[in-house]
């Protein structure tokens, strides 16, 4: 299933499901309890929502070895864990908004993220993916300089500022994503590819991280851990390039959709 959660053109809350050819049928019921039906009536966003309301967003910094290249950073020998806060999540379509304290610093990095279903504590590698709720298109939006500079040397203010985490389109479940290591990932800034990997380059894999993140923590449903960028981020570009008012960002994962963000002051 391809789950959308949208506002209707009564700014009424609906969640949907996706068809191949594009349209969205309502959903009733409980989607997370598995009670629920696809009927046969069409709805059209006025907005989209991210997929979920998430309870927590967990997120991989250094994951992909040609980012940490770029970055001149080392390898990391377990999973670099930052956080930020779920007030950030903001859907498809949104705009990304610059805060005043940091309009000359905004970058965009494309990612996996992950969505998990049912609580993990101490899941092992090879039962971590039978947590999965699904998985979705995620933009680590980075506000560079307060990242390493001003955020008392840790990464969560930088990381996240009001509409920080763009999710979506849609949610896609484990049954159509039979391996989430194995997915092209671009981001398009402006109609130019500025990044181009695929999620087998990750350093930690789905299931390693969510093995790492559940020792001795509950990982609650609805948790969202964001996987990691791959290269081509603007800051390690020279010169740099930052998110301006009137740009648009693209993040696009096979299999998964097209997550599209404006960019405003």
Known sequence: MRLARILDANSQMTYAAEQS???LL???GDVTSGESRITDEEVTPAHWLPPLDPTAILCIG???QKHVEEGRAS???HPVLFMKNPAAATGHGEPIKLPDVCSEEVDYEAELAVVIGKPAYNVSKEDALGHVLGYTCANDVSARIWQSKLGGSQWCRGKGFDTFAPLGPV??????VPNPNALAISSVLNGETVQSS???DMIFDVPTLISFLSEDTTLLPGTVIL????????WARDPKVVLKPGDTIVIEIEGLG???NPVIA
């Open 21 to 23: 050819d594009g349209r």
């Open 227 to 234: 996987t990691g960028t791959p290269e081509g981020v603007g």
């Open 75 to 77: 390898i990391p020998e």
């Open 26 to 28: 309502k959903i009733e």
């Open 62 to 64: 250094l994951n992909y």
């Open 171 to 176: 949610l896609v479940t484990p049954d159509e």
């Open 198 to 200: 695929n999620t087998k």
């Open 258 to 260: 097209r997550l599209e």
